[in-house]
């Protein structure tokens, strides 16, 4: 494992523009795979919001997006996003964990970075651009069983 960008990731700016109000902190790692990449952020939630508040947020930001899946199992191996999961595959998995006590909210995003991350994205940006169908060419499911 390698973190190649404990602080001042360059997506933070995006993710501030996304969410105004909120002070992101991403840290990103890498391992010694040839696909998959994870990062992980962190915020701080001041409005006492609830699991089920950020479950419902998720929900409605991804709700138009068919290549985004929100990771909510609480329990087993894959219970938050696993680059490995998604191998293969076009898909974006998000999940997330809050500390009450704190109002710390960890988010986590992994995606096939030879996928969603490059080939996957331009032929979606394609699909979108020409009109065709947003998921056309796009349907594999993934290489992981």
């Known amino acids: 494992m390698r973190t190649y960008a404990p602080v001042g990731h360059r997506h933070e700016a995006e993710v501030r523009q996304a969410?105004?109000?909120v002070a992101p902190h991403l840290t990103a790692t890498a391992v010694e795979r040839v696909r998959g990449i994870q990062v992980t952020a962190h915020a701080w939630l001041h409005d006492g919001s609830?699991?089920?508040d950020v479950q419902a947020a998720l929900a409605d930001a991804y709700a138009d997006e068919p290549f985004v899946r929100v990771v909510s199992a609480r329990?087993?191996?894959h219970r938050v996003p696993d680059p490995k999961v998604l191998d293969g595959s076009n898909w974006?998995?998000?999940g997330f964990a809050l500390d009450r006590d704190s109002g710390r909210l960890v988010m986590m995003a992994a995606i096939?970075?030879?996928v969603k991350g490059?080939?996957?994205h331009a032929l979606q940006a394609l699909n979108v651009a020409m009109g065709w169908g947003e998921r056309d060419g796009l349907?594999?499911?993934g290489l992981h069983p």
């Open 19 to 21: 969410f105004p109000g």
């Open 50 to 52: 609830s699991e089920r």
């Open 75 to 77: 329990k087993g191996i």
């Open 92 to 94: 974006c998995d998000v």
């Open 112 to 114: 096939d970075n030879l």
């Open 118 to 120: 490059t080939a996957g």
């Open 139 to 141: 349907g594999f499911p």
